[in-house]
């Protein structure tokens, strides 16, 4: 059975709670266009960043089994709470058993890696959910590779709804988004960098490179996360043969197929999705 696995080839799978993962595939098929992805939202069950890390794991575990029974060799957790919550038990404990050639790779160690070089106060914010700030999982992971950078994190309760309900322009959109990050740089005032450590964040850049100081840097996920899945594949060239390469995409929720079409037009650079329901169990 394993043989059979390692020869056949299928889509890369992304996975999100909700709507965000499509800012990371839209910038990974920006990058990589010849590829084939799967995108997998269980938007009947989102938001993920309010919920225990088991009912995370599990959740999570459900929609990994079902990209991989679709025939994913490699699987994108393009979700912070998924990756902060579940990832590295799923990589340990769960892989080796179901399949032990296949892999699952997140979302916040490729943005933890470019901190090194983006940082000169070595002093940075993260603006993220309250479940990935709780996790601590960017602290940690910056830490691992950067001892020497101090991280401070700001939860953003209010910027998935606004972005979910298309408010993320909107005037009263301002206010949350100042609050947050005036909030953040009182913590630590020498910040000079952060990391929007959120998928659905680069639907507000606008409004928070408005309200955060010239000086500071901001860093969107998807652009790194691109890299880092482009630099992998070049390192595991025997993961990148089990990759089909037609350039199709392919989208699955497990709510309305007509609310995911609505939505995904404010996410993805292009008009219309077709989009198929199932179920996770």
Request: glycine letters at 6%; proline letters at 6%; charged letters at 20%.
């Amino acid at each position: 059975m394993k043989n059979k696995t390692q020869q056949t080839t299928g889509p890369i799978g992304v996975f999100d709670s909700g709507y965000g993962g499509l800012t990371i595939l839209n910038q990974i098929r920006a990058q990589m266009p010849e590829y084939d992805y799967l995108y997998l939202g269980d938007n009947a069950r989102t938001p993920y960043g309010t919920r225990s890390f088991e009912v995370v794991y599990e959740f999570t575990l459900q929609a990994v089994k079902k990209l991989f029974e679709l025939g994913c060799p490699l699987v994108i957790l393009a979700c912070n709470t998924a990756s902060a919550k579940a990832l590295r038990t799923i990589q340990q404990n769960d892989l080796p058993t179901i399949d032990p050639t296949r892999r699952v790779l997140g979302v916040i160690r490729p943005t933890a890696e470019c901190i090194g070089e983006l940082t000169q106060t070595r002093h940075v914010g993260i603006l993220a959910t309250s479940g990935t700030i709780k996790s601590e999982s960017y602290p940690m992971e910056v830490h691992k590779l950067f001892p020497d950078v101090t991280v401070t994190g700001e939860a953003c309760p209010m910027w998935v709804p606004l972005v979910e309900n298309n408010e993320f322009d909107s005037e009263g959109a301002d206010y949350f988004i100042q609050k947050n990050i005036n909030q953040l740089l009182e913590k630590d005032p020498e910040i000079d960098t952060i990391i929007l450590g959120c998928t659905h964040y680069p639907l507000l850049i606008k409004k928070i490179r408005q309200f955060t100081p010239e000086h500071i840097q901001l860093v969107p996920q998807g652009e790194y996360v691109a890299h880092s899945l482009q630099d992998y594949l070049r390192r595991h060239p025997e993961m990148d043969v089990r990759c089909s390469k037609n350039g199709i995409s392919r989208f699955l929720t497990t709510e309305s197929t007509a609310k995911f079409e609505e939505s995904a037009s404010i996410f993805l650079s292009q008009d219309k999705v077709e989009v198929e329901s199932i179920t996770l169990e």
